[in-house]
């Protein structure tokens, strides 16, 4: 039927166990009930369809790739869908499914009921006050009323269930259309799942209310701290001035944060949280049969409502240029958005074709005409499509001495060439190409199956058309490219001016009084104890053998190949991996980037990349402190010619003197901006110093006047070098090993004898011998903390110990650190601590705790934190749940692929020659809470601390600060060493 897709109707029973007859029992067995499923034939993912009575959609996907199930549940409901007058609501109801319902997460519902109640009723009230005093004193109520009510919950109850059933990544995201619950969970745990899932989102409580809302209080504030986040609010705003894509944003307004509706958020949840209006998504080793009967079982008893019904508002065309300025501490940058129709149109297709056209990381117009010539720092494109309307961004930062205005015009350029048809004929058929590999690739992940339901779900699209977009991808021209980019790229742009500096209109959500809430650590539901007793078949862990998963072949020069096959696709992954990095040759990094904008003898830098992209593959050096990897990975069809392209630019790069030049200015330029990034000033440079003093791997750069002296050929030198150094080669991809060694012993061009990697510059590892804290001074709303503690080197016979350790004290949302402080005192959004263990042997493990908070919370935060870490808080339930989730999680994993012969890196590196997680595993059952209690004791408990501070100088408390130490600034200069 050529490319014509059709949906297919079938039904299906659920398999029933045989059952022997006896005279006795001759009554037949009530008939299974059958399910009607639709398929769509071409679907690479083999996707059973399903529309249970109440409308909920089901898809179910089966892919065996480890006994684990990557679950999604969507609802058709985002920001756009909130009340003007209550923005954030969404995202708040989001947070609330996690609290639990009627049956779980309480220890008497009738009783709590009732003060829930009361709270709901005075923040109405609240709402409506507007005095300061009066405002207060009502909080006040709500506060101590929540008190009691408190008493009546047990917090984490549905955490604490899906960490001991080993669900992994469990979590919860809001957009501006969509709200989606997802989690990660071994297959023998499907029919607890649903027992979970389809009770706690069956019922909207608000439990633990004003603490929850303190937590959204502060993921406001961090994202009034990134500019980022307000260059595209500033976009969104520009581009829609009446549709809720800019009118409100997800997480909601201060004033509205501030003002919350507890009546508002159940109406919301009764409107749209309906099984007519929701979806459940899986994908992994599921029998598709079973998994529809189970889901029918529990979330078939929702009741269907009507459907949910929104009015997208229409915009006016823009006609200029609208033009904001966004002022924040970040480097400077430039984006322009223009605006496109929704995801149904055909023209939103024909955008993703432009916005690759324009930039795929390889042979895009930006990434030719604009990155591989140095034109800019950096620049991008990317296309965000929505149902109602789309978006096309481009980006830009500017080199040294470069204006905004430069950038954006170089960027307006491009669309200009994309306009006039002024990009090569092969380019829309290598981007298809690439479509298809970047689609085989995805279709191994679970997530990426699951997500693809999803997106098709939230967008109404059936799974025939979601599924006939690649073909439709496919048929796009150079024609469709011109028309549609006349017709929508104009002078009618959005256009946001990052600007360095402080921001005159910064907000901030002020702490309220908040009494912390019991943990209620012990107490268990009802539901829980039935959830948790819920018999489940045992899974049986696989743990990789190196002697069996990986074979080892041998290459001329004595090169060792280490292979695992690709069974599964087209696809290959090669790396040559050398252990010396900057460590060893501070230029080893400089040559490794001055070679992506070198070309052959025969190519040049930008024929090269075409090249690259026309054959499905790609290449990539990285060099680390350590190591430098060397990779090629795309079709196996085409290794051959990629292999030939590689190295023949390893063995043959032509040096370019202005492209140094350009390069050189361009350190310079993101030192600069380095200096302006709070993530890499916080959890880089002063962790690095905290380890390792002011000469530290960080530091250790070639200084500006070095970087100036250095000439092409001695870069070129280095790179041709890289190959003559003992290394290794992996590789993963369908060819035998024998086929693949033939191949590389006549394509990889090395010299007869390798030469051994030269001495590595070692950097030790400082004693922290007291207590210490260092700040940094940085304009944000919040303090942003981290507990630095050194400890004993790496010892593969705590690794057991450690990893449980880590799960009962931080193992997600049902553990000590995260029950504390943000559920119990509502002192941060985000806050964590662990065990880590070093990652080469004969290096220290460290202990590294993380709160970010309100800079007026700074001294509970910090009090919370030590508390924590030197008083252990035990709890026999958590211990077992840990343990529990640890076995689970363990049980279920999968290493394959790529990854066995990643994990067979990481093992070399720490001196052991077994998969560690054995030794996890087996240890499990002998370990006890008092043993993790004499772990902590000894380890972590009053160990010297140094702590590193990142903030405002006007906010923080330096009074606070030197409880805890020593207090030094550190400046930015000793931070990056220049």
Known sequence: MGAMLFTQCKTSTPSQPTQATTPEAQTAAPQAKEYTYTTVPNDPLKARIYTLDNGLTVYLTDYKDAPRIQTYIAVRAGSKNDPADATGLAHYLEHMAFKGSSKLGTKDWEKEQVELAKIEALYELYRTQKDPTIRKKTYHQIDSISGVAATYAVPNEYDKLVASMGMQNSNASTWVEQTIY????????????????????????????????????????????????????????????????????????????????????????????????????????????????????????????????????????ITAP?????????????????????????????????????????????DLNINQKQAALGAGSFAEIYNDYSVHFLSGNPRQGQSLDQVKDLLLQQIELVKKGQFEDWLIPAIINKNKISKMEAYESNEARATAFVDAFIARQDWADYVKQDAEFAKITKQDVMEVANRYYGNNYALIYKRTGKDPNAQKVEKPAITPVPANREAQSDYYKTVANKPVSDLQPEFVDYKKDLQEGQLKAGIPVYYTRNKENGLFNMYYVLDMGTNNDLKLGLAVNYLQYLGTDKYSAEELQKEFFKIGCSFNVSSGQDQIYVSLSGLDENFEKGLNLFESLLKNPQPDPQALKDLVAGILKDRQDAKLNKNIIHSVAMVNYAKYGPKNPFTNILSEQELKKVKPQELVSLIKSIPSYQHRVLYYGPRELQAITATLNTGHIVPANLKPVPAEKPFKELDITKRQVYWTDYNMVQAELLFLTKSLNYDPKLVPTIRLYNEYFDGGMGAIVFQELRESRALAYSASSRFANASKKDRANYILSYIGTQSDKLPEAMAGMQELLNDLPLAEANFTNAKASVRNSIATERIN??????????????????????????????????????????????????????????????????????????????????
């Open 897 to 978: 692929k790529t990854a066995i012969l990643m994990n067979y890196e990481q093992a070399r590196k720490l001196g052991i020659d077994h998969d560690i997680r054995k030794d996890i595993y087996e240890s499990l059952d002998a370990l006890t809470l008092d043993q993790i209690k004499a772990f902590q004791q000894q380890f972590v408990k009053g160990q010297n601390q140094t702590i590193l501070v990142i903030g405002s100088k006007d906010k923080l408390n330096f009074k606070e600060l030197a409880k805890y130490g020593t207090v030094k600034q550190l400046t930015l200069k000793e931070l990056f060493g220049y």
């Open 322 to 366: 609208v033009v904001k300025e966004i002022v924040g501490p970040d480097a400077e940058s430039v984006f322009l958005g223009f605006r496109f129709p929704g995801v149904k149109s055909k023209d939103a297709l024909v955008l993703r074709m432009i916005s690759q056209i324009l930039s795929n990381g390889q042979a895009g117009l930006i």
């Open 182 to 317: 997802y989690g990660d969970i071994p297959s023998n745990q499907l029919e607890r799942w649903a027992m979970l899932e389809s009770e706690r989102l069956s019922v909207m409580v608000p439990r633990l209310f004003h603490t929850e809302l303190e937590a959204v209080y502060e993921e406001k504030n961090r994202s009034l701290d990134s500019d980022n986040n307000k260059v595209f609010e500033a976009a969104f705003a520009a581009l829609y001035p009446t549709h809720q894509y800019g009118t409100q944003t997800t997480i909601g307004t201060v004033e509205h944060l501030k003002n919350p509706s507890i009546t508002e958020i159940k109406k919301y949840f009764d409107k749209y949280y309906v099984p007519n209006n929701m979806a459940i998504a899986m994908s992994g080793d599921l029998d598709p049969d079973q998994t529809i009967r189970i889901i029918d079982e529990y979330f078939g008893k929702w009741q269907k409502k009507a459907d949910p019904v929104y009015n997208a508002p229409q915009e006016k065309p």
